[in-house]
């Protein structure tokens, strides 16, 4: 009667045995049992077949796998000075088909590179002012380094001063705050198409109003006051004297009807000048 193996004999033999092979035959054991391993792993986690070959120790799919295929439609990029205007507008644009939704920004600098990461055909929605820049900044940046981009300025009722500053930089589109649910999706899907749109409520609007009174210069000091800057600080942004600065605010006052600066600002904001 055969004596009963004792325990670990058989670990001692395997042991024997593979320290009396050759170096590399230890590696090829160790390796087709790492790629047998590997290859149980695979088709359970991740139902992906490969076929091995042996072949200069390659690996490769019997298959080329599928790639899914890429999103062409346009992507929407929003720029407002507030947030939450961009998370707002952009929940209207995930429900708009023919377009993707894509970054926010909401300061010039941040605006440029969103704009320039873009891949394929691209659509600005722009409010009337960024966190350092007001709407004609905005668009003179996106205009002469994104011409290809296409722009959807959104704006107030009340904010025809902007609309007409909109359309004399080359905006594609313009649509107002109080009507974005129904025309935004109009507008995204006629610019798709390669169209510009101005809705005829606008035109009407703007023939019916007096032509913009104010000088650009006029437009860039405005635009600061409503920042919260000072005289010298405004001087030391456009590169004028503080004098110069003084005498522009005087023009403003007339033009506007106002005589502080307070009114001015306000007057400026609503858009009524």
């Given at each position: 009667m055969a004596s009963p193996t004792r325990p670990g004999s058989e670990m001692r033999k395997l042991a024997l045995i593979l320290n009396s092979m050759p170096l590399h035959t230890n590696f090829l054991l160790f390796f087709n049992g790492l790629r047998a391993a590997c290859h149980a792993i695979l088709q359970k986690y991740f139902a992906i077949f490969f076929v091995y070959s042996w072949d200069m120790g390659e690996l490769r799919p019997d298959t080329d796998l599928t790639v899914a295929p890429q999103d062409?439609?346009?992507?929407?990029?929003?720029?407002?000075?507030q947030l939450i205007v961009c998370q707002g507008?952009?929940?209207l644009v995930a429900q708009i088909p023919e377009v993707r939704q894509g970054q926010f920004a909401t300061d010039l600098p941040n605006?440029?590179?969103t704009l320039n990461a873009l891949?394929?055909?691209?659509?600005?929605?722009?409010g009337v002012r960024l966190v350092d820049a007001d709407l004609t900044r905005a668009l003179d940046m996106v205009r002469a380094d994104f011409p290809q981009v296409m722009v959807v300025v959104v704006a107030e009722d009340t904010e025809l001063a902007f609309i007409r500053t909109a359309i004399k930089s080359g905006a594609n589109s313009i649509c107002?705050?109080?009507?974005i649910l129904t025309s935004l999706p109009?507008?995204?899907g006629k610019l798709v198409e390669g169209h510009s749109i101005l809705?005829?409520?606008?035109?009407?609007?703007?023939?019916?109003?007096?032509?913009?009174?104010?000088?650009?210069?006029?437009?860039?000091?405005?635009?600061l006051l409503v920042d919260g800057l000072t005289n010298f600080q405004i001087s030391a942004r456009l590169g004028l004297s503080e004098n110069t600065v003084k005498y522009y605010l005087k023009a403003i006052y007339q033009k506007l009807d106002v005589n502080s600066r307070g009114a001015a600002i306000a007057k400026y904001v609503a858009g009524n000048y």
């Open positions: 062409d439609r346009p992507e929407v990029v929003i720029a407002d000075r507008i952009a929940s605006l440029s590179k891949e394929g055909q691209g659509i600005l929605i722009l107002m705050m109080s009507q109009k507008i995204l809705p005829t409520d606008i035109l009407r609007k703007l023939t019916s109003e007096k032509t913009d009174s104010l000088s650009r210069r006029e437009h860039e000091i405005l635009a």
